[in-house]
């Protein structure tokens, strides 16, 4: 039986198109359609653009007759509804931005625009982006595609589960904490981030600028590579993206990993790690030792204080950040008897708990006299935690560790225990601290089914050997070959 177009990575489907063997229309079609039959058991979207979806589809048909397409002409993709889109529902799943519909595209999707790519719609997320498991959507939350009623990680959890369901191609989504990589490991997908100043910003909704990074959800790890080819670079209007050349990332896929240094870093194998994760874990590592790696034991020394560092930083930058939604400028406005209760009616009701909660923790962490005691000194040790990596990389090329301690958890199961959650980025947020790339990639399955993902890390726009030793891994296994059923 034939490979169904929807089952199909962007370097299968995109020489088909350019074969001529299938039109896009058909292939936007068919996504429609399964969308249409199934997301409502998954809850991937929030917004499905079947009219706009198909008018790109048609323009790049168009495109491919004339000889102007691109590796991504005419791809069905999904976009992480933190991404502003010209006309198109943009809410960040929050109540507070529930109709706003931005008057121009996001960088990132100015340029997939440019290369021809279909937006199917936007997919859903923790609100805001603050979360691990996209049980802070105002819209309801996404279930995982291989058990439904475990949680697909988070923030981008609509975007991981789209790809694993078969309901887009490839997706974008951002990372602050983890929220490309966990996700992705949780639904069995690949998820890249790149270094800090990669990718363009602009038209990110904000949650803390320092730490946010927009990057490619995808079935393979060579279709992370042609994302990225296509967002990366300099931006005029992002300060902080980096005027660096862009290298061919695809190049780097093709060179084997004998000889290649990975570090092992020993504080990621401590306590807490599930039994699963682990053996998982342990098993990768021995996959890449027996293609000619060598395997080196680094310490990064202030892992312990990562989470606390970030729940400083993050929230005090989300505090500044989300003051902007005060029912004057856009978004929702709830009315008061006065300036100050418009305010306060607007925020409380436009708000769910997550980010009022994380509001509030950075609106303490910034005031008058606990600025030196938080926020100052989790500055200080984010440097301490960048050095550790610096000094990892004296001695490795890349680092290879797990994603995160567990498998997706059960819907509900800590949704009443911040902490806990917290927790459950540890092994992610240290290289959003420090700026750098990291990708997920399939390395197994624990015990109920779940997936589990291995997580390589590389230095400052690295992306390259990152790319390339998950590629090798890939292409020795056929983890990513899997895929739920309905």
């Known amino acids: 039986m034939a490979e169904p177009l929807y089952s199909m990575s962007i370097s299968r489907l ?17 996504f429609l359609e399964r969308i249409g039959r199934l997301d409502e058991k998954i809850h991937a979207y929030l917004t499905v653009d079947a009219d706009g979806a198909l008018a790109q589809a048609r323009n790049a048909e168009a495109r491919r007759r004339e000889g102007e397409a691109t590796t991504l002409t005419g791809i069905p993709l999904a976009l992480k509804d933190v991404l502003a889109t010209q006309g198109l529902r943009t809410t960040c799943a929050s109540r507070i931005l529930e109709n706003f519909a931005p008057p121009f595209d996001a960088t990132v999707c100015a340029r997939l625009r440019q290369a021809g790519a279909v937006f199917l719609g936007k997919v859903n997320m923790d609100e805001f982006a603050m979360g691990s498991s996209t049980e802070n959507s ?11 009623d475990h949680i697909p990680g988070g923030s981008s959890g609509g975007a991981a589960a789209a790809v694993a369901a078969d309901l887009c191609t490839a997706s974008l989504g951002s990372d602050t904490g983890g929220s490309i990589r966990q996700p ?4 069995g997908v690949v998820g890249l981030k790149p270094t800090y100043g990669r990718v363009s910003r602009y038209g990110l ?8 990074q927009i990057g490619p959800v995808t079935k393979e790890v060579r279709d992370a590579a042609i994302l990225l080819q296509a967002i990366a670079g300099q931006d ?4 902080t993206s980096v005027p660096a050349p862009v290298p061919d990332y695809q190049e780097a896929l093709g060179q084997d990993v004998r000889g290649l240094k990975i570090g092992v870093p ?6 807490g790690l599930d039994p699963d994760v682990r053996e998982a874990v ?20 202030h892992t312990e204080y990562a989470v606390a560092t970030y729940y400083v930083v993050a929230v005090a930058e989300a505090s500044s950040n989300l003051a902007r939604y005060d029912g004057v400028k856009y978004g929702v406005r709830r009315e008061g008897r006065n300036l100050m209760e418009m305010y306060y009616n607007t925020r409380a009701s436009g708000f769910g708990a997550e980010v009022r909660r994380r509001i509030m923790l950075g609106t303490y962490a910034l005031s008058a006299g606990y600025y030196e005691a938080y926020y100052k000194k989790a500055s200080q040790v984010r440097m301490l935690i960048r050095r550790d990596f610096d000094a990892a990389f004296n001695k490795c090329a890349a680092i ?7 498998p997706a958890f059960r819907i509900g199961e800590k949704i009443d225990d911040p902490l806990t959650m917290y927790l459950s980025d540890i092994f992610t947020i240290s290289a959003n601290l420090a700026g750098i790339p990291g990708i997920s990639v399939p390395c197994g399955f624990s015990s109920l089914g779940l997936p589990i993902g291995l997580q390589i890390l590389g230095p400052p726009f690295g992306e390259p050997v990152v790319l390339q030793t998950a590629y090798a891994f890939e292409q020795a296994t056929d983890f990513h070959k899997r895929r739920p059923e309905f």
Do not use: M
């Open 14 to 30: 995109a020489p088909i198109l350019g074969r001529g063997e299938v039109s896009p229309v058909e292939v936007t079609e068919q």
């Open 138 to 148: 105002a819209f309801g939350v996404t279930h995982n595609p291989w058990r439904r």
């Open 282 to 301: 342990e098993a990768a590592l021995k996959t890449l030792a027996s293609l000619g790696a060598d395997l080196v034991e680094v310490s990064l020394p």
């Open 184 to 187: 992705a490991s949780h639904c």
């Open 205 to 212: 909704v904000a949650y803390a600028s320092s730490l946010d």
């Open 236 to 239: 005029r209007r992002d300060s």
């Open 400 to 406: 290879a560790a797990p994603v995160a301690p567990t």
């Open 266 to 271: 020993k504080e990621y194998f401590g306590e």
